[in-house]
């Protein structure tokens, strides 16, 4: 699977937008680019995921660049309960996921 | 659904003991992921099962872990026998089989600690 390199921490005020990035510069054709959060002392939980187009749904957006080699995931109000553990995973389509370091979102009041 | 339900949520025990950890996957996942996280590994891969059928445990650390997939609905991940550096969550994950890009649900994990 591809590697992907995410900024260790990031901090964002409530209410505004909360931009994460993800670098995954060996991404090849057929790897679909996942996003999951991690809750302090939960599970892992699916947010987004996408290939070529990018991608909405009722958590957040997804945009990825033309030559896929990085995407943003944006939550668009962010709330304190956002604050988690963001992964940044790629992976081609069958195979099961492996997870990096992620990247540590403190949003603050 | 109840989701990927987990058991027990907690487990103390003394090393080297055996320990079972449990796991019900979401009706109708034929994909089963064993992970293990620690502050200092993050998220590991320890084993996934499709259809039942162990096709990765390359991530197993040793033969002191085993893990079975008997029918559908149930999975266990023993350690025998367990030691300190076992103490973890361990998580279990179920999917529906690819193809069909699908997400992968979690359980709660069971926090294990091995003294």
């Known amino acids: 699977d591809a590697k992907t390199t995410q900024p260790p921490s990031m901090d964002c005020a409530e209410g505004r937008a909360a931009n994460l990035p993800c670098n995954h510069s060996?991404?090849?054709?057929?790897?679909?680019v996942y996003w999951y959060r991690q809750i302090h002392s939960q599970g892992p939980q699916y947010i987004i995921h996408?290939?070529?187009n990018n991608e909405t749904n009722e958590m957040a957006s997804l945009i990825i660049t033309e030559d896929r080699k990085s995407s943003t995931l944006i939550l668009p109000h962010a709330t304190l309960r956002d604050t988690a553990v963001y992964y940044c995973?790629?992976?081609?389509?069958?195979?099961?996921?492996?997870f990096g370091g992620g990247t540590r979102l403190m949003v603050k009041p | 659904d109840a989701g990927v339900i987990q058991s027990p949520r907690h487990e103390v025990t003394e090393m080297g003991q055996e320990v079972t950890l449990r796991c019900k996957p979401i009706s109708g996942h034929n994909s089963l992921f064993w992970y293990r996280q620690t502050m200092m590994r993050g998220l590991e891969l320890l084993i996934y099962f499709n259809n039942n059928v162990p096709i990765d445990d390359s991530g197993m650390p040793e033969d002191r872990f085993s893990a079975k997939m008997p029918n559908a609905s149930f999975s266990t991940l023993k350690i025998q026998p367990s030691e300190p550096r076992d103490s973890a969550v361990y998580f279990c994950a179920s999917k529906e089989q690819d193809p069909g890009n699908t997400e992968a649900f979690f359980g709660q994990g069971t926090r294990l600690t091995v003294v």
């Open positions: 995973i790629v992976r081609p389509q069958g195979n099961m996921l492996t």
């Open positions: 996408g290939l070529k």
């Open positions: 060996t991404i090849s054709g057929n790897e679909y």
